[in-house]
């Protein structure tokens, strides 16, 4: 009979009290895996997320709300721009794209957030090296919609389904134009997989999204620092089409046939990717700060990096957050060994007959001091290995919960690697745990043991 065997039994012959002990060590665990889980599986979506854009052009106010409206889609858009801002990044030369983004609506069934954009926005890359694939088409026609593959799954959309969405405002009103999903993307982890984009033209053609001429020419002016007239004579020739227009009796019935201006359009960000000069990355690096810098002098808007703002966010605060719930489930496994040890060294009045008569029929102190670290051993890494798979456990349920909550996307079967450290610092944790209860039964007197 081997040293495993016989520690095994010993354990059997307390089971319950050994049950008990592991089951400690088991919830310490699992609740170690579930915050080293899902810090890594966040950590991974903001760092990744975005990451193929060197800056993120908005409106004037919170970097990190910027952030999360128009990659995250979490957080409501500070304000707009006017169109003409984008089209002057849009013309800048040191500028590769530009994509402009239109945000504030979402689905009417789902809730999913609505992204009015331009076909090559699926053109660039969404993270490094990871382009998107689609099941279908991109964005082709005005009244063309691609969805996440979270949109697809949660509310059972295909090619070919139509939806409709509420207007972002207070009314939750529910627009009567219809999009058809033209493509659904394949998983990518990140926030597009919640998100549904839309042809910008067809945005803006909805009724209510194309801002009222004279407050449209209004706003342009404060945005510039112009008179109202400069601004009507920048839409000069645009301006005159559509008063012609409207003298003709033509009908505005918002049936997806009305002429937006562009005065009277606006978008919520601008993605921008600059250009590489000589082959060197590096020059899209100095391009973004430059820019950046230029736009920070102005009043007008901001630029930002985006890993740069969530970098500051998980370091400031997520990572404290991760940081003291590390230090409290590691206590919560320190506390769970204690009662190990307890269990152990009280068992060992019990067990002194036992052990002396282990000795009496050949056994060494030290086989018998090897038993009882043996079981101590077997304890910690049995309760280690049930917290491992009941750590995923609550990560499984936990996912779907954080998602509809937050909207972070958390896959329920992520695993990191770090997990496998647990299990040597567990070992050496129940080697501390089983030496002195192992080193009072090394020193147990069998004759005196065998008398009593």
């Known amino acids: ?150 949109v697809a799954r949660k509310n059972g959309w295909d090619v070919g389904s139509k939806f409709r969405m509420i207007h972002g405002g207070q009314d939750d009103h529910v627009h009567d134009e219809q999009f058809t999903v033209r493509g659904v993307l394949k998983r990518t982890g990140t926030p597009n997989d919640r998100s549904v984009f839309v042809h910008l033209d067809g945005f803006y053609m909805i009724d209510g999204h194309d801002k009222p001429l004279e407050e449209a020419i209004n706003r342009e002016a404060d945005f510039f620092g112009v008179d109202p007239e400069t601004v009507r004579e920048w839409y000069g020739e645009e301006l005159a089409h559509a008063e012609e227009e409207a003298a003709g009796g033509h009908d505005h019935d918002h049936d997806h046939a009305h002429t937006v201006l562009d005065a009277q359009k606006e978008v919520t960000a601008v993605l921008v990717v600059m250009k590489t000069r000589n082959d060197n990355p590096l020059t899209r690096t100095t391009g973004s700060l430059m820019l950046k810098n230029e736009l920070q002098e102005g009043f007008q808007a901001q630029g930002v990096n985006p890993i740069q703002v969530m970098r500051r966010l998980m370091d400031n605060l997520v990572g404290n957050v991760r940081l003291a719930l590390l230090y409290l489930t590691g206590l919560i496994i320190a506390v769970s060994g204690i009662g190990i040890f307890v269990s152990i060294y009280n068992s060992m009045a019990d067990r002194k007959r036992e052990i002396a008569i282990m000795r009496a029929l050949g056994a060494r102190r030290q086989t018998v001091f090897s038993v009882i670290l043996a079981e101590s051993i077997l304890l910690c890494l049995s309760g280690g290995l049930f917290g491992l798979l009941l750590g995923h456990g609550l990560v499984f349920l936990a996912a779907p919960i954080v998602e509809a909550r937050s909207g972070l996307l958390i896959d329920p079967f992520a695993f990191e690697p770090i997990e496998l450290v647990l299990f040597p610092v567990l070992i050496v944790l129940a080697s501390l745990i089983g030496f002195l209860p192992g080193l009072t039964a090394y020193r147990t007197d069998v004759a005196d043991a065998l008398s009593n």
């Open 1 to 150: 009979m081997n040293l495993l065997t016989i520690a095994t039994k010993s354990i059997r012959q307390r089971l319950l009290a050994s049950s008990l002990t592991g089951l400690s060590v088991a919830l310490g665990v699992a609740l170690m895996v579930a915050v080293l889980v899902i810090n890594g599986v966040i950590g991974r979506m903001f760092s990744q997320s975005g990451s193929g854009y060197d800056l993120i052009i908005g409106p004037k106010g919170s970097d990190l709300q910027l952030v999360l409206s128009s990659i995250y889609r979490v957080s409501p858009p500070i304000e707009n721009l006017p169109w003409r801002f984008y089209t002057q990044m849009k013309d800048r030369r040191d500028i590769e794209h530009a994509i402009p983004l239109a945000l504030g609506d979402m689905t009417e069934e789902g809730a999913f957030p609505i992204v009015g954009t331009i076909p090559q926005y699926f053109g660039i890359e969404y993270a490094h090296g990871r382009k998107f694939l689609v099941k279908g088409d991109f964005l082709q026609g005005t009244w063309d919609a691609v969805i996440g593959a979270e």
